[in-house]
C-alpha cells in the first residue's frame, strides 16, 4: 500500500508540473499575440487568420499534452496497480520523464518565459512536434474472492438423478447408432468396390472363355488341384472311433474271415472293355500302384496299351495315365528311380514312362530284330543302385539286359534254347525269377510247363545260358506265374520257389544249386502241390513280410491266401474278389499287409490281410521243420 501511494503522489507532481509547463505556454502565447496585434496594422482578414492560428496552435498544444491521454493514463494505472510491482510493464516516474509529449518543459525557450518582460518584444517561433507511442497496461483490479460452504457447494456441480437403466438405455442407443453408421460405412463401401470391379472386370466372350479352357495351363492347373482336393475328401479316417471300447468292429461284411476289402480301381474312360494284364506296387509311395491294361476293341481311336498309377488317396481317377502303341502285358516301377514306370507290350517293345513328363513314353526299344520281336511277359530289376539292369523276357526265346538311360539296344542278350523240344529249339518263356542278390542265375516258365535254370554269365561250373541236364518239371500246362521267397528273418528260404499253371495247381520247389548241376539230364520234382483251385491259377507271391504265407489268383476269381504252418491242403482263407472275373495278376506291397488284384474286367481290388501279416518268432523254425519233413518225404518217394 505504501508503494501504490508513492506512485500516485508521483504521479500527482507530473501532473501538476503538467499544469505549470502549459501555464507558462500559453502566458507566452498571450504576449506574443499582444505583441504581434500592437505592431500589425493588416487588414481584418490577418487577424482572423492569426486567431484561427492560435487556436490550431492551441488545439495543437492539447493535443500534444494529452490532457484525456493523461487522464486514461492515471486511471488505467489506477486500475493495473493492483497487481502488484512485479510486473514489468508497469509504468513509472522515470518513464513518464522520458516521454517525448512533453518537450515544452525541457525547451529552454519555454523555460525562460518567466524572464522575459511585457516590454520586450518575443521573437516570433513555430513549436516543433514529435510523435510519441506509450505503452499502456491495461491489468485488471485484484479480485478478492471470499469462500464459504455456500459458495463451496454452488448449483452448477450439482446433476440431475438418473437411474441406472437410463444410463445403461442411452450407452446402447450411442451404440446402436455408432454400429448403423459403421454398417452403412461398410455398405456404401462395397457398393462402390462392386462398381468398380464391374467397371474393371468384364464377361468375357465365347472365344475367349474357350482359349483360356483349352489352354494347357489352365488344364495342368485344374488337373493338379482337383487331385489334391480329392485325396484330402478320400481320407477314411473314422472320427467317430470310440478307443475305449478295446476291439475294431469288422464293417465290410463281404471282406472275408481274416482280409479286409480296402478299395477297387475303376475309371469309366481307360479301363472299361480292358483287362488287367499286371499290376505292381511303389517302393517309395507306398500309397501307389500302377496297373497295365491291353486294347479296348471298342475304341479304335484310344491307344491299344494303357499303364494307369493308382493312389490309395485318390479313388475316383488314375494319378497317371500312360500311353502306349501296343498292348501293355507286363508293368513295373522302377526299384532305384521312384519316376520311371516300365512297361513290355505285345509287339516286343520295352517302353519307359516318367511321372515328370507326359502320357507318352520318353524312352522305347525299337521294333528291330536287335530286341524282342514277340510279346514281353515278364520284366525283373536286378543290381544295386549304382549298377543295376532292366531283364526282359519274351515267348521269342530271349532275355535281354537293359540300361533304363539307354534303350536303343539291349547291353546283352540271350537266347534261350534245349535240345529236348519237338519243332524248335527255343524256349517260350512265359515268365523268368531271380533269387534275392542275384544277378546271374535265375529260373524260366515256359509255355510247355517245364521250368529251367538258365545263366547270364558263364560260371565256373556252367556256361551262359540253359541248363541243359536239370529240368524242373511237375506242371501239365504253361507256366503263369514263378517266384522265389524273398530274403529276410533269421533263416534262409531263399532257395525256394512257387510256380503257378493252367493246370489248376500251385507248386512249391527247391531251386538245385549252380555249382551242383547234374552231368545228364534230370528231373527235379517239386516238394509239394497245392490242388485247392478249380481253374486256371494265373499268379503266385510269397508274401513280403510272412515267411509261410503266399496268396494265388485265379480264373474263378478267388483270391487263396495260404500259410503253410498251419495247412497245407486248404488255404486259411479263400475269399471271392469282385463279380467272379478271373483274376490275373497278384502283387504285395512292401510291408506286406495289402495286396492288390488285377481282374479281367477291368478293376484293381486292394485287399488288407491285417495282423495275418505279422510273424511269430517261431515261423521261421516251424516252416523250416515243415520244409524239412517236405524233402525227407520226396526222397523217399524218389528212392
Avoid at 493588416?42 to 493535443?63: C, M
Avoid at 492288390?596 to 501279416?613: C, F, H, N
Amino acid at each position: 500500500m505504501d508503494r501504490r501511494k508513492e506512485e500516485l503522489e508521483k504521479k500527482r507532481q507530473k501532473l501538476a508540473e503538467l499544469r505549470r509547463a502549459r501555464e507558462e505556454r500559453k502566458a507566452i502565447l498571450e504576449s506574443q499575440s499582444s505583441q504581434t496585434h500592437a505592431s500589425s496594422t493588416g487588414s481584418q482578414s490577418s487577424a482572423n487568420n492569426t486567431g484561427r492560428d492560435r487556436r490550431a496552435i492551441d488545439d495543437l498544444v492539447a493535443l500534444v499534452l494529452g490532457e484525456r491521454t493523461s487522464t486514461s493514463s492515471t486511471a488505467g494505472s489506477d486500475r493495473g496497480s493492483d497487481t502488484g510491482s512485479t510486473t514489468s510493464s508497469r509504468p513509472t516516474s522515470g518513464n513518464f520523464g522520458s516521454i517525448p509529449s512533453t518537450p515544452i518543459s525541457q525547451d529552454p525557450r519555454l523555460s525562460m518565459g518567466s524572464q522575459l518582460t511585457a516590454s520586450t518584444p518575443a521573437p516570433t517561433f513555430v513549436a516543433e512536434l514529435t510523435e510519441s507511442h506509450s505503452l499502456i497496461a491495461d491489468i485488471p483490479p485484484l479480485e478478492h474472492v471470499v469462500y464459504s460452504k455456500e459458495i463451496q457447494t454452488s448449483d452448477m456441480f450439482e446433476t440431475p438423478q438418473i437411474s441406472e437403466e437410463e444410463i445403461r438405455q442411452q450407452v446402447m442407443e450411442e451404440l446402436e447408432i455408432k454400429e448403423r453408421q459403421h454398417q452403412a460405412q461398410l455398405e456404401e463401401e462395397r457398393k462402390r468396390a462392386e462398381q468398380e470391379k464391374a467397371k474393371e472386370h468384364q464377361d468375357l466372350t465365347e472365344d475367349e472363355k474357350k482359349v483360356i479352357l483349352t489352354a494347357p495351363e489352365f488344364i495342368d492347373f485344374v488337373d493338379h488341384s482337383s487331385k489334391l482336393v480329392e485325396r484330402a475328401l478320400n481320407e477314411k479316417y473314422d472320427f467317430m472311433k470310440d478307443y475305449t471300447l478295446g476291439v475294431d468292429i469288422e464293417s465290410d461284411e463281404n471282406a472275408g474271415k481274416r482280409v479286409k476289402y480296402v478299395c477297387e480301381f475303376w475309371d469309366e474312360h481307360w479301363s472299361k472293355n480292358r483287362s488287367v494284364t499286371d499290376v505292381d506296387w511303389s517302393l517309395k509311395y507306398p500309397e501307389l500302384l500302377v496297373s497295365s491294361y491291353n486294347k479296348n476293341p471298342m475304341a479304335p481311336n484310344d491307344p491299344d496299351g494303357v499303364a494307369l498309377v493308382w493312389n490309395l488317396h485318390l479313388l475316383e481317377r488314375p494319378e497317371f495315365v500312360f500311353h502306349s502303341q501296343s498292348d501293355v502285358l507286363s508293368v513295373k516301377f522302377s526299384k532305384f528311380h521312384p519316376n520311371y514306370v516300365i512297361g513290355g507290350t505285345y509287339s516286343g517293345q520295352i517302353v519307359l514312362w516318367d511321372t515328370r513328363a507326359k502320357s507318352l513314353p520318353v524312352l522305347k526299344t525299337p521294333l528291330s530284330a536287335g530286341g524282342h520281336t514277340h510279346p514281353v511277359y515278364s520284366l525283373e530289376m536286378v543290381g544295386t543302385q549304382n549298377a543295376h539292369h532292366l531283364i526282359s523276357a519274351s515267348t521269342d526265346g530271349f532275355v535281354c539286359s537293359w540300361l533304363l538311360d539307354m534303350l536303343a539296344q539291349p547291353q546283352d542278350f540271350l537266347e534261350l534254347q534245349h535240345p529236348t523240344h519237338n519243332k524248335t529249339d527255343e524256349v517260350s518263356v512265359t515268365t523268368i525269377g531271380f533269387p534275392d542278390n542275384e544277378t546271374s542265375l535265375f529260373l524260366a516258365g515256359t509255355e510247355e510247363g517245364n521250368v529251367y535254370q538258365a545263366s547270364r554269365y558263364d560260371s565256373a561250373g556252367s556256361k551262359a545260358g540253359v541248363n541243359q541236364y536239370d529240368t524242373y518239371r511237375g506242371h501239365y500246362g504253361a507256366v503263369t506265374g514263378l517266384h522265389f521267397h524273398p530274403l529276410f528273418g533269421p533263416v534262409d528260404f531263399s532257395d525256394l520257389f512257387l510256380t503257378s499253371s493252367v493246370d489248376w495247381t500251385v507248386k512249391l520247389w527247391r531251386a538245385k544249386s549252380a555249382s551242383k548241376s547234374s552231368t545228364q539230364a534230370t528231373n527235379i520234382t517239386p516238394l509239394y502241390s497245392f490242388e485247392h483251385s478249380d481253374d486256371y491259377v494265373y499268379d503266385v507271391k510269397w508274401s513280403p513280410s510272412h515267411p509261410a504265407i503266399f496268396g494265388s489268383v485265379d480264373g474263378n476269381g478267388q483270391f487263396d491266401l495260404w500259410n503253410l504252418n498251419v495247412n497245407t491242403e486248404e488255404p486259411v482263407v479263400s475269399t471271392p474278389i469282385g463279380s467272379g472275373r478271373a483274376l490275373n495278376k497278384l502283387a504285395w506291397d512292401k510291408e506286406g499287409r495289402k495286396t492288390a488284384l488285377g481282374s479281367s474286367d477291368g478293376r484293381t481290388y486292394v485287399y488288407d490281410i491285417g495282423e495275418m501279416a505279422r510273424p511269430k518268432t517261431d515261423d521261421w523254425h516251424l516252416l523250416q521243420k515243415n520244409f524239412s519233413e517236405m524233402i525227407s518225404n520226396q526222397e523217399n518217394t524218389s528212392k
